[in-house]
């Protein structure tokens, strides 16, 4: 034997010796894992092949999204049946596909010690198993096996070992001021958002007067001085229950008496006038409303305080007026739709108050919000005009999509016979009056026309991801052309 025979020779004697001291090393190479059998989606075009290596035999391709079962594997190549054809794919381009419910996250302990399973089944792999009295999240579940992680491995448990957790304690307070929302407990912690007034906060804990707040979805940190325990609003007059910065209201006092105007807000101090039942007045400053009190100007033009209690939205008897409530969408914390730089609720609220002055004398109009950092919630709106023998509601806003051409003006109704025609009034004049596509009136189910008693209307301007209506949103000659619309489109129903 030469040098290289000697060598490969040698090598021959080692492979045998291997292969009889370690049988099971060398055929374990070839053993596959039987698993619970699992459906999966490819998330790519799969080569499928005779066996688990890329050199072997394409026996067909199988298309992206396909749904595959499997029950064995070897290494990471998965044994499936596609069109008749058995073999194997890479594991890398299969998804598994867990079927069953989302829910809100809701947080749980463990009643005993209990298995984490691969899947929603019993006889599925058991990968841990959790220990009595753990705290576990949830917001997934397949019949009563509820998804968890625990360990860093998720799986399932069986829902008849679980007990739900209400959470931690939080107190309701109201804020009684504008109030900001900082990242620290410190005036010099980043400003987070400022809370209007008259907003529920739940606070989680205090230290040293500082509330950890919920609110709008932020957490943060508040002063106590500006926060009232409860929910409940100050007064129940709308004035009360809102930041009316802005808005026109009435005075509304028994036919023959009157109010005072005061220099400040305080019953002790001095009288500027007496007014009237039916005297408007221009809410300069809600603000003080806690205190009772809302800052006012009257028509000619003197400044003061009235009661809250004494002021009214829509003008008292005897005016025999249709009463019109405008809801310009969104406010506050809630922009809507941004694109560009323009907010949803900025354009609504201009349109809204265009509406109302064109109505002015015409109609006892009012909106469910004056200024753009007040957001009156869906609820609120409704009920504010559902507390009046309300004629016609009309929600304003803008829609936006990512499909960017799409573009136009819809409008939607939720019930009755005078919906259809108000949402049909104006509809037909936003396309006409703006030049809007028409993409016509549709029911809908949207909580502030569903939950509203009068005839209403939700109206969708245009869209601000679509350039071209986007141009005419933030111009001030077509959102003259929007609020004509709707006002004309109000008229033209009563
Ligand atoms: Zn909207």
Redo the contacts with the bound molecule.
Sequence with gaps: MDKLTKILAAALVLLLLITIAFPSSLVSAATGTTFTKTTYKTTDLLNLRSSNSVSSNRLTTIPNNTSLTSSYRLGDWYKVTYNGKTGYVIGQYLTKVVTGTSFTKTTYQTTDALSLRQAASTSSTRLLTIPTKTTLTSSFRNGDWYQVTYNKKTGFVSGSYLKKVTTASSTAYTTTERLNLRSAPTTSGALLMTIPTNQVVQSLSISSNWHKVTYGGKTGYVMGTYLKKGTASPASTPAGKADYSGAKMFVLTDSGSTVALRSAASVLSGQIARVGRGTPVIVTNSLHKTRGFVAVQTADGRRGYIEATYLTLFQPSPSNRPLIVIDP??GGHDP??VRSGLA?RDIVLSVARQVASLLEGKVDLTLTRYTNDYYPTLGDRSAMSNAHSTSRFVSI??NASTALSASGAESFYYKGSTSVQLAQAIQQRLTSYAGMRNRNIHFANYAVIRGTQAPAVLAELGFLSNSTDRAKLASPTYQARYAQAIADGILATL
């Design positions: 969408g969104h809507g739709a949803e806003h803008v």
